[in-house]
């Protein structure tokens, strides 16, 4: 017997802003697992910023996906065959196949998952997640977040951004300020997150809104976005701030220099630690994090907003949706 | 009786590089010394990058110069008169009243140092002082280097960058490359000071020659100058790389925004930290700094060279020298 399977596959490498007809949808049959696999389908696959840069063939801290081949990102779903002893038909799997509704992959690649401890699977791929880890250690330990800083995240209602204003209030922060690019998720931060302010980046220069927003200065700037949000944290960060640099979205499409911060000899006098981390070196730290989180995920207290896609062929539409910003919270395609 | 002083006074903020014109050279009469006062012979005088900030009025980590009084800064001389009970006649004290040849001082506001501990007074204003200490805690606390590292330092011919590379190769550096303005300099860093390799700025792109002298990449750079050379060094920076961003003297008479790197989206996959200091944070490391480098400098295992001005009159072309690059080492006034 056989399965079958539509994956997504890079066709070509985007040149900038990348196009539909960058990637194509194959029709393939899998063969039933072999002695240590499983045959997985999937229900929920991640769309995510860093994809973009593997779109790219330059060496990076992942390799670059290949040409004509399934690509890889997480996804969450239930095993349909196993050849596996210790993983039987019916459990729900966390693994990097994703792009496709059907993956075949070794046991050792994928990690059992509890399905009764969240209300959707999605969770694993949003707060209980790297997601989460991400926005976690990036502000506790990369950022070095302490309780009565005040603290500035651009990409605010993106996946990550929404966690991060949310924990850091949680853990006591003086003022969380976001930044979004809609009317709307200005709003969803104020409103439904919590948030004490926010501020549509498209409504003037980011420099002015943020000293507005934060008259008495910034003590962390969590950073998804690079560019002239950058350059505003610096003007507005307090002596001894610290800066997290998570993403850089504003840049990962752009195909001339993108706008660069002219104010780094500020780092001097104000004693500015700024830091580029990966969610990858910090595994080491999910047991804390959901030990710390998943309470406060499950009683709602921390929100985790998604924008769901539905259908593998609208795979591609979910990814470059979440480029341009159109999302609200965490974007995942449901299989 | 009274003592007749030259001081150098700071006649209006200058626009861009100062002109002689911005300063004004006094000469005032000091009374003898009240009680708990010093007055100051002084023998040499500091001229520091630091300084042409403080010529501005804006707010910044120490108040701005203010017009027509004497500027301050690090000066070291012999007590000619004393109302002070602890400090005699004749002992060397260490102070901020620079920019003169004589001052009248608290007797809080110096530190008496021993004369028989150094060949030349100058030490203190050098590799025993602010400027090793500057060198010493920006590169084993700030850029917390590792023995095995690869080092980049920018004004490595300056007063601190020369003592980075020779602390760095002798805290077990696997390799240190130091840039500068001219040939001499560049010869000075390789056949004097014992940098494995070094190259003048002006002679191309930074990052191209950066590149070339350090082929497997660099794992810390010492940031005295700000602009192309923080770019390139982030170009060339390996994973888990740290920068010290001690000066940005390239910009401080830029009336334009100067260059930006525009590759700051590296910091993630390279998990990069920058940190900005001030050594006026760092004296508490002061004694570790002395017990760890004086014997080196005394046994001329570290280099320290200077350049040398003859005469108060000369305190400002010697300011401007060292902003244009004239010096090697140090620059100091002997008055």
Request: with cysteine; proline share 5%.
């Amino acid at each position: 017997m056989t399965h079958t399977a539509t994956e997504i596959h890079l066709a070509r490498r985007p040149e900038g802003w990348p196009v539909p007809e960058d990637f194509t949808t194959v029709t393939t049959d899998l063969p039933e697992p072999g002695p240590g696999q499983v045959l997985i389908r999937n229900r929920f696959i991640s769309v995510d910023p860093y994809m973009r840069g593997k779109m790219n063939d330059v060496p990076s801290y992942t390799p670059p996906y290949q040409l004509n081949t399934p690509m890889d990102g997480g996804a969450i779903g239930v095993v349909e065959a196993s050849g596996a002893e210790n993983i039987a038909v019916g459990r729900t799997v966390l693994h990097q196949g994703g792009w496709r509704d059907r993956a075949l992959l070794d046991a050792t690649e994928v990690r059992v998952v509890d399905e009764a401890q969240v209300s959707s699977l999605s969770a694993y791929l949003n707060g209980l997640g790297m997601t989460g880890l991400t926005a976690y250690t990036g502000l506790l330990d990369v950022a070095n977040f302490k309780p009565g800083d005040t603290v500035f995240v651009s990409g605010a209602a993106g996946a990550v951004g929404q966690m991060v204003g949310q924990i850091a209030k949680l853990k006591g922060a003086k003022r969380v300020i976001g930044s979004a690019g809609s009317t709307e998720k200005v709003t969803y931060l104020t409103e439904r997150l919590g948030f004490d302010t926010a501020f549509n980046y498209k409504d003037g220069p980011v420099s002015e809104q943020l000293k507005a927003a934060a008259p008495d200065g910034i003590d962390v700037y969590f950073d998804n976005v690079g560019g002239d949000h950058l350059e505003a944290a610096i003007s507005s960060m307090n002596v001894n701030g610290r800066i997290a640099i998570c993403g850089a979205i504003s840049q990962y499409n752009a195909t001339t220099p993108p706008t660069a911060p002219r104010n780094l000899a500020l780092f001097i006098g104000k004693r500015i630690t700024m830091t580029g981390f990966l969610v990858l070196d910090r595994f080491d730290r999910m047991k804390d994090f959901i030990a710390d989180i998943a309470p406060h995920l499950a009683s709602g207290k921390i929100v985790t907003e998604e924008t769901i896609v539905d259908g593998i062929d609208n795979t591609v539409n979910a990814f470059l949706g979440m480029l341009r910003g159109e999302n609200v919270g965490k974007m995942l395609v449901r299989v």
